[in-house]
T-cell receptor, first 112, second 111 residues
Framework: DQQVKQNSPSLSVQEGRISILNCDYTNSMFDYFLWYKKYPAEGPTFLISISSIKDKNEDGRFTVFLNKSAKHLSLHIVPSQPGDSAVYFCAALAGGYQKVTFGTGTKLQVIP | KAGVTQTPRYLIKTRGQQVTLSCSPISGHRSVSWYQQTPGQGLQFLFEYFSETQRNKGNFPGRFSGRQFSNSRSEMNVSTLELGDSALYLC??????????FGPGTRLTVL
């Protein structure tokens, strides 16, 4: 039972354009969401997070949007850069516990 | 401040053997979580330890076990290895909040 889903396994975007990565979840108990970036042969690196009391959080070129009614969140990267090419994982937690549920990841390729 | 370290980085074992992986968290972090990453499955949560106690456990068979020492270092053990256990095993540490810091992982290959 995949409680966090990233339905697009891959995405290609031109440099300078916007990258939009999507994530859906099914567990209504999730109240905190995170995005991680992962390069090959490295562990995931924390990017940005959002609490369920907010619907938007911004950090530089990265913005995460949360639509609780649709159980959907998205990560926007503007402008996209070649160094952003990596696998992006969406993750969710319920009740502050450390059991993080990850999605299957979306491989982003930013084309110069 | 040093990051999360995992040893060994690569490991090759044969079916039926057992393996022990080690994780040293960031200094001061008391929570250590373990994940298995396989192609198409994303990161699957194995278990989480806090102050030497297992607080959370994922849906893995009993062949997968772990422990945490008083210095917060953690080990994960897999007994009676199966081909399907071939994966990248990631360890993450956390101070107490929701943000986890990951190590580089141990790539386990079971032949």
């Amino acid at each position: 039972d995949q409680q966090v889903k990233q339905n697009s396994p891959s995405l290609s975007v031109q440099e300078g354009r916007i990258s939009i990565l999507n994530c859906d979840y099914t567990n209504s108990m999730f109240d905190y969401f995170l995005w991680y970036k992962k390069y090959p042969a490295e562990g995931p690196t924390f990017l940005i997070s959002i609490s369920s009391i907010k619907d938007k959080n911004e950090d530089g070129r990265f913005t995460v949007f949360l639509n609780k009614s649709a159980k959907h969140l998205s990560l926007h990267i503007v402008p996209s850069q070649p160094g952003d090419s990596a696998v992006y994982f969406c993750a969710a937690l319920a009740g502050g516990y450390q059991k993080v549920t990850f999605g299957t990841g979306t491989k982003l390729q930013v084309i110069p | 401040k040093a990051g999360v370290t995992q040893t060994p980085r690569y490991l090759i074992k044969t079916r039926g053997q057992q393996v022990t992986l080690s994780c040293s968290p960031i200094s001061g972090h008391r929570s250590v979580s373990w994940y298995q990453q396989t192609p198409g499955q994303g990161l699957q949560f194995l278990f989480e330890y806090f102050s030497e106690t297992q607080r959370n456990k994922g849906n893995f068979p009993g062949r997968f076990s772990g422990r945490q020492f008083s210095n917060s270092r953690s080990e994960m053990n897999v007994s009676t290895l199966e081909l399907g256990d071939s994966a990248l095993y990631l360890c993450a540490s956390s101070l107490s909040g929701n943000e986890q810091f990951f190590g580089p992982g141990t790539r386990l290959t079971v032949l």
